[in-house]
T-cell receptor
């Protein structure tokens, strides 16, 4: 069975500092990987996704993530964060094509707190 | 823009009451999902549906049922609410051929007293 582990529950950083949010997954088959963001009092929105091809994926708001198959990781990075990046971030995995009969499995989330 | 609308942002119910949470999407998505979000536990899948009248159990279906009579509407039903069902409930939808790109509603925060 597939699972997702987000290694840090909370990450505090100062504004303009770089940040990395870590995500590891377990699956015996090929996977699709996603990062979602949830701003306070809002629903989740897609930040970026890896389906195939280049292992470095760029998303919205300057975020990027790198798929590492040998380490079964999909860490999220941003070189310089802003106060507005304060939110909860969720890593998610789907085995193969997430079409009929499949659903995403989410990690427990990482709260990113950016202070000035 | 895709819009997923959950009927109530906040509900307060009493133990034993029957609770309906409604979700409507306006993008003709085949797939619809109900997740439960709790602090420290992330999102857990309750049920999902990939077609009208079709449903699949997720990881935590106990105490819940669902209904999908029309493509755009997916309802979550708590037959007899209990205090351990106090939570944030998130509805999402997606096309069947767009792997994992879910569109979420803003959530329904349910408190069971």
């Amino acid at each position: 069975a597939q699972s997702v582990t987000q290694l840090d529950s909370q990450v505090p950083v100062f504004e303009e500092a770089p940040v990395e949010l870590r995500c590891n997954y377990s699956s015996s088959v090929s996977v699709y990987l996603f990062w979602y963001v949830q701003y306070p009092n809002q629903g989740l929105q897609l930040l970026l996704k890896y389906l195939s091809g280049s292992t470095l994926v760029k998303g919205i708001n300057g975020f990027e993530a790198e798929f590492n198959k040998s380490q079964t990781s999909f860490h999220l990075r941003k070189p310089s964060v802003h106060i507005s990046d304060t939110a909860e971030y969720f890593c998610a995995v789907s085995e193969g094509q997430a079409g009929a009969g499949t659903a995403l499995i989410f990690g427990k989330g990482t709260t990113l707190s950016v202070s000035s | 823009d895709v819009k997923v609308t959950q009927s109530s942002r906040y509900l307060v119910k009493r133990t034993g009451e029957k609770v309906f949470l409604e979700c409507v999407q306006d993008m003709d998505h085949e797939n619809m999902f109900w997740y439960r979000q709790d602090p420290g536990l992330g999102l857990r899948l309750i049920y999902f549906s990939y077609d009208v009248k079709m449903k699949e159990k997720g990881d935590i279906p106990e105490g819940y049922s669902v209904s999908r009579e029309k493509k755009e509407r997916f309802s979550l039903i708590l037959e007899s609410a209990s205090t351990n069902q106090t939570s944030m409930y998130l509805c999402a939808s997606s096309f069947s051929n767009q792997a994992g790109e879910l569109f979420f509603g803003e959530g329904s925060r349910l408190t069971v007293l």
